[in-house]
Nanobody, 127 residues
Framework: QVQLLESGGDLVQPGGSLRLSCAAS????????IGWFRQAPGKEREGVSC???????SHADSVKGRFTISRDNAKNTVYLQMNSLKPEDTAVYYC?????????????????????WGQGTQVTVSS
């Protein structure tokens, strides 16, 4: 079965850290650009970060300097390291594969480019 599975979401205090994982089964992530997206209650989905097929990353301004996306092709997994978490980071986080697989570039701004989506993992930042 071809699927993406996110994990690592949790309740964390402001200023804390979490690492989200996006594991693929049934296909290899190595040839794909991967994006992380999030959706908070009552808000539209927004792109957070992406990583190209060649490992080049891009982050939204709202998370730049705090979040880091990385990939481990040997483990068929992409990670999102989230530090200095804020209450406004609270959301369901999703990973997805980009239909367009450039080596150097990626974009998290065009969600419609992404075709395979995981089921999401909840991140709650609260004291």
């Amino acid at each position: 079965q071809v699927q993406l599975l996110e994990s690592g979401g949790d309740l964390v205090q402001p200023g804390g850290s979490l690492r989200l994982s996006c594991a693929a089964s049934g296909f290899t992530l190595a040839g794909a650009a991967i994006g992380w997206f999030r959706q908070a209650p009552g808000k539209e989905r927004e792109g957070v970060s992406c990583i190209s097929r060649g490992g080049f990353a891009s982050h939204a301004d709202s998370v730049k300097g705090r979040f880091t996306i990385s990939r481990d092709n040997a483990k068929n997994t992409v990670y999102l390291q989230m530090n200095s978490l804020k209450p406004e980071d609270t959301a369901v986080y999703y990973c997805a594969t980009d239909r367009i697989t450039e080596y150097y570039g990626c974009t998290y701004r065009v969600g419609s480019r992404y075709d395979r989506w995981g089921q999401g993992t909840q991140v709650t930042v609260s004291s």
